[in-house]
């Protein structure tokens, strides 16, 4: 990459350099000698631009470089190349080679609206999963169609990794401090771009540590056996140390473990397999510059859209920090085939929904054949995606991964083992898993009337793990994360919708995620929570994508909002900062249940989770709870409710808010049976028009009087009332609303500080602080008055 006239060598972690330096007026740090004046002219380079590489493990990692002047100027480390020698892109080209790829992936977002096809009924995951940006990460330079030793570089190396990796530890131990030095050398270089098309709350905020950047002491980073690369790249994301599942997974993926990753929601899970992900790519593509590509690195599963999107914003952020980065391609549709199919061809970390995936695998034999040589197969919230619609297209990607390519010759053993590593992570395992896994080979079939529990173990046993693969669980004691407080909140079934309200206008200004069990409730509660002023956005999957997102995002970048989803929500999402998570129905698993509390309280940080109990719900959803808890101290002396606080909400205050509500849910309804009927009635009209029959509305909805017989009746009588509300009743139906979401409500505190359904919470704890507020304050010290 550098001319040979060029032989000064400039160690990667050339701090000390620079400090042999620093009395230096000039500051020239490597001085070029004699040649420096044959130089062409020079220029200033980002750090992370430059060009290193590796001497040979035998070398402990060490990484030079060549044709750089490091100088420094007042207290900052600045490089100096010579203009034509500078072949790794910098970051002005990188920034624009992404601005291209972006401009392509929004031309295909604004194609992918036209051509969104109907997503199919339920809220199951991603049966078929067709939608989404399928944007592609940055492309790295020099790596496709080299020659080179692809095969030997490509090959297992399980064995001798161990040994090199200690070696490798040893050498960066001893250079710990080195290490350091070489942050402290990147300190100057321009910060790339943040992660394009991040929808992400949380992974902006990682773009935004510059400053964290700059003081982080990378020491428990480097203990984990990782590259200066590596180490820089996280130093960028401002994460000063690992978090536990990350401590305890990564050094045993880099020595070439499979693993089974179990640590509570919010814990790091992506970047444990992220990093090793990056680094293996590193140290096959980038430090062995003349290795020819082989097809992917890495395949990663994820069972919903936005999980995957997620996935790969995180990933690109990593690589985001390096010189040169895998190309990073996101695969759930939204996309032509054709388009996917190319994009596949170069991408080096696949982070896919199985039904899409396997859509544009199935038949491409060249394509498959390029997948059987993926080093790690990840997948991620394993329990869900075997669990649902899922499970064949999984079955079928990891069998295409399994195929023998037909070219590589027949001698190979039927029995041998794949090259890959397999990586499973989740929040939630079956407790027994590990056990079931250890009698590998005589599993259950997988048959259709097989229980969840045992097509997972089924899967499990397909993935074809290289050995007994390492249950890493890092808290075996409780699933739910530490700063989490349970509640519930009993109230009469018919009553959710005012308990609901209740609860969002005694908690203001939070971020807060609502879950339903069905996608019709979120078409129901969406508007009438809107009509009563709040700011609420919807999601499910009958969405288009591109709403899906913008749901998303919006919700990620308002304090003030709340999100109403299925559970579609419920996996995976990291949205920084939601405060609590209202179960609007009661969930149907245990498993759900963590899943969706894990959406608040993530990280450090804190929050709530509250069920809306019916009566009849509140024994179920304690045992559904006692079972979360149940491990938490071996013992079950504890009493249930110790796990879940009830809460007391003053009925008084929810019956003056009462009317507001029901007139919030009486224009909802009417609006979402006119909307219904207006499809209803076209579906019918254009029937009829395609029997030649004459369309009679009353005939066909059956609509004369004493017609609402038979199940479902109630509710359509109710559906054709409301539907046949004139525009001047709406009107005055919204003035009322008006009128009532205007006056005062008493909330047991002082009528003044509410009015349009929003309490002054600042007035509240002025006074309250001053001692003249008297009587029940929820919200006040704490969510819930649950101390946080
Ligand atoms: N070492 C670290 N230090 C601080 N924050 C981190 C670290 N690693 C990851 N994070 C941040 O923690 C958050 C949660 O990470 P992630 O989404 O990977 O969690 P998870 O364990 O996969 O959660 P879930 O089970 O809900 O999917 C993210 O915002 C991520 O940027």
Redesign the pocket.
Known sequence: MVPPSKKRKLQSVAAPAAKRNKNSAKGAVAKSGSKSKANPARKLVDVASLGWQSVGEEFGGLEVIEGVDVVRNGGTVQFLVAEKQQQQPDSSDKKQRQGASKQDDRADETQDAVDEPFEGLGDGPVEGEDVDSGEAGDSKGGVEGQSGKTKAAGKDRAGGEKKDADKKQKARNSNSKLATADKELQKPASRKQQQQGNSFD??VA?GDAAAAEEEADMGAWVELNLSTRILSAIAKLG?????L??EKTIPEILAGEDVIGK?????????AFGIPIVEKWLELYEEKRNVKREGPTAVVLSPTRELAK?LSD?IKALCDGLPTAPYVCTVTGGLSIQKQQRQLEKADIVIATPGRLWEVLDGDMSLQNSFTKIKFLVVD?ADRLFKAGQFKEAEDIIGALDRKDPEAGDDDDDDELPPRQTLV???TFDKNLQSKLAGRGKGPKAGSGSSDEEKMEYLMKCLKFRSEPKFIDVNPVSQMATGLKEGLIECGAMEKDLYLYTVLVLNPGKRTLVFTNSISAVRRLTPLLQNLGLSVLPLHSQMIQKARLRSIERFAASKNSILVATDVAA??L?I?EVDQVLHYHVPRQADTYI?RS?RTA??DRTGVSVILCSPEEVLPTRRLAGKVHAERDGSTSLKREHFIETLSIDRKIAQRLKSRVDLAKRIADAVLAKEKGHSEDQWLRNAAEELGVDYDSEEFDGSAPGNWGGRGGGRKKKEKEARQLSKAEMGALRAQLREELSKRVNLGVSEKYITGGRVDIGALLREKEKGTVGGLFLGGDGLFGMNL
């Open positions: 949380a992974l990682v994460f000063a140390k690992p978090t599942i990350q640590a509570q929601t919010g814990s790091g899970k992506t970047l997620q995180h919230e992570f989740s929040a996996r995976g990291d920084k899943h894990g993530r990280g």
